[in-house]
């Protein structure tokens, strides 16, 4: 079993030096060893391993980015909403139109063909 070591241990050169007294980052790098970027302040993550950004909180940030994802707008809520009420009214159209039409089949002015 190999032992991983850092960056810094391995003596390849870094951005920050190998005596830079900051946090490093630490997260599991696809190579197995640890990355050794200097981490953000809020949760002692780099940049590429989740400490940049929280995401959004606010109501008008969460709109921005859902509007940012939308790609046609076929299935947003209102689309949804409006289809549903149109198949309910067509439904409603055709179950009236069929009454109708066994009421002129059993008065005899139309043919059941």
Same mark, same amino acid.
């Given at each position: 079993?190999? @032992?991983?070591?850092?960056?810094?241990?391995?003596?390849?050169?870094?951005?920050?030096?190998? $005596?830079?007294?900051? /946090?490093?980052? +630490?997260?599991? %790098?696809?190579? $197995?060893?640890?990355?050794?970027?200097? #981490?953000?302040?809020?949760? !002692?993550?780099?940049? &590429?391993?989740? $400490? &940049?950004? %929280? !995401? #959004?909180?606010?109501?008008?940030?969460? /709109?921005?980015?859902?509007?940012?994802?939308? /790609?046609? !707008?076929?299935?947003?809520?209102?689309? +949804? #909403?409006? /289809?549903?009420? %149109?198949?309910?009214? $067509?439904?409603?159209?055709? !179950?009236? +139109?069929?009454?109708?039409? &066994?009421? +002129?089949?059993?008065?005899?002015? @139309?043919?059941?063909?």
């Amino acid at each position: 079993m190999s @032992i991983t070591k850092c960056i810094s241990e391995l003596g390849r050169p870094t951005r920050f030096g190998q $005596g830079w007294p900051g /946090k490093r980052c +630490l997260a599991k %790098t696809r190579k $197995g060893t640890l990355c050794q970027s200097p #981490a953000v302040k809020n949760n !002692g993550r780099c940049r &590429l391993h989740g $400490g &940049l950004s %929280t !995401g #959004a909180t606010t109501s008008e940030g969460l /709109k921005r980015i859902s509007d940012a994802n939308r /790609k046609h !707008g076929r299935y947003t809520k209102e689309n +949804l #909403a409006a /289809k549903r009420r %149109t198949v309910a009214v $067509g439904r409603r159209v055709k !179950g009236e +139109l069929k009454i109708l039409e &066994l009421n +002129l089949i059993n008065a005899g002015l @139309i043919s059941r063909n």
